[in-house]
């Protein structure tokens, strides 16, 4: 039974390959459907899928025991795996743009199964219990097999080579990745049949080795059919990632401004788990409802407050390339408390921004998420807006008493420190 192990093994990991291949084939199968750029690849792959069905030996057995003609079984596999090379061959030559050379590709497949068939008819062995096998010792059986490996060879050479020199250079990295998988899914099928050459001279069988080259193929030919769904996997996985990040600050200001929310407020593991939307549509959702609830407390500021978060960020030691947004964190949780303290709005008061240079959904969402990280900082959190703003207590005391931030490492008196100070000076623009 030990010496068996390497065939037991192929035979697993070959059917294991198969089955993912189908899986694959399966799950793609409406998207090919609705998008007709798909369906080449779909086609070729279920032809591929369906040429390694036949070379399980249970599934040849089966068949063999159906139909009463192991014979016949082993021609129809043989004439799939013709079909599916084609196939293959077909979708490579016709996405990387040589679509006049689609027709030979088209009639060269047919004539090889052509052949094929007229050598089978004339000359194959009439082998009990088996169909036609790898051997040399009739000319026509030896000439039938040597086309069929020779073809099988040169179409994944071809295929091969065309998939790796435009996997390089084409302009998606989506058909990129799919053609250069698509590659190496050819080349490991033609190792498989490059083997048949010394299988014919010792008329011998695919062993162990070989079953596994054909579970790599089925598993290559499955990840070439699976990159769109990887892709978009991708995308929502970062769109989930973006509601999980800015959930924060989202809630924190609908909590203020509770108007901006186009639905009713849940839980974050829930707003992921069960989302309401798809995560795409409700990251787009949140970026938007935390704008406008940005424009709201905007006429929430306080120039003094402006002031004195940017020195408070400065005394915490805050680098240049993250200190406006955690000013801005800190001037909006100053908004925050004001408008939730019922504090009248000022018309006139500057807009809130994280970033005004932010063009697109991308970058505002990037900004957004900057805001967030600093929105829940210790520099954010420790900064006490009743303790600087005109209206609060005066001085520094009520900035470096007990608001949680480090020891002062400047002097005190790069702020104002009296209520009279601050109210008589000109209001500066929001940073």
């Given at each position: 039974m030990t010496s068996d192990l390497p065939g037991n093994l192929g035979r697993v990991l070959q059917t294991a390959g198969v089955l993912l291949l189908w899986?694959?084939?399966?799950?793609r199968?409406?998207?090919?459907?609705?998008?007709?750029?798909?369906?080449?690849l779909w086609l070729a792959v279920a032809c591929a899928a369906a040429a390694l069905t036949l070379h399980l030996e249970a599934v040849s057995a089966y068949a063999a025991a159906l139909t009463g003609s192991p014979r016949a079984v082993g021609l129809?596999?043989?004439?799939?795996g013709i079909v599916s090379a084609g196939a293959i061959l077909h979708f490579a030559v016709h996405t990387t743009g040589s679509r006049r050379r689609t027709g030979a590709v088209l009639a060269t497949t047919a004539a090889v199964m052509a052949a094929l068939l007229a050598l089978a008819g004339l000359g194959s062995p009439h082998a009990p219990g088996h169909g036609p096998?790898?051997?040399?010792?009739?000319?026509?059986?030896?000439a039938y097999w040597l086309l069929l490996v020779t073809v099988h060879v040169a179409a994944c050479a071809l295929c091969a080579r065309v998939c790796w020199r435009y996997g390089r250079s084409g302009p998606h990295r989506s058909v990129n990745l799919g053609l250069t998988l698509l590659g190496w899914g050819s080349a490991s099928a033609g190792l498989y049949w490059l083997a048949h050459y010394y299988l014919m001279a010792v008329e011998g069988r695919p062993g162990g080795v070989l079953r596994l080259v054909l579970s790599a193929h089925a598993v290559l030919c499955a990840a070439v059919l699976m990159v769109p769904t990887a892709l978009q996997l991708r995308r929502a996985a970062g769109h989930a990632r973006t509601v999980w990040r800015i959930?924060?600050?989202?809630?924190?200001?609908?909590?203020a401004v509770p108007h901006v929310a186009l639905a009713g407020t849940r839980c974050r593991p829930l707003t992921l788990l069960r989302p309401q939307?798809?995560?795409?549509?409700?990251?787009?959702?949140?970026?938007?409802?935390?704008?406008?609830?940005?424009?709201?407390?905007s006429h929430y500021t306080d120039p003094a407050v402006s002031r004195a978060a940017r020195a408070h960020v400065a005394r915490w030691g805050i680098p240049a390339e993250r200190a406006d947004a955690h000013v801005t964190a800190c001037v909006l949780r100053g908004a925050r408390a004001a408008r939730l303290a019922g504090a009248d709005p000022d018309p006139?008061?500057?807009?809130?921004?994280?970033?005004?240079?932010?063009?697109?959904?991308?970058?505002?969402?990037?900004?957004?998420?900057?805001?967030?990280?600093?929105?829940?900082?210790?520099?954010a959190r420790a900064f006490d807006p009743a303790g600087t703003s005109g209206t609060g207590p005066a001085g520094d005391a009520g900035r470096t008493g007990s608001a949680g931030a480090p020891p002062p490492r400047t002097r005190m008196s790069e702020t104002p420190t009296g209520p009279d100070e601050r109210r008589g000076t000109a209001s500066p623009p929001l940073p």
């Open positions: 899986a694959a084939v399966l799950l199968a409406r998207p090919a459907a609705r998008h007709p750029g798909q369906r080449g129809v596999k043989n004439q799939a096998y790898p051997t040399l010792a009739c000319p026509r059986c030896a959930w924060p600050l989202w809630r924190d200001l609908v909590e939307l798809p995560w795409r549509q409700l990251a787009y959702r949140k970026v938007i409802e935390v704008r406008d609830a940005l424009l709201v407390l006139a008061a500057e807009v809130l921004a994280a970033d005004r240079e932010a063009c697109g959904l991308a970058a505002e969402t990037a900004v957004l998420l900057r805001l967030t990280e600093a929105y829940l900082s210790p520099c």
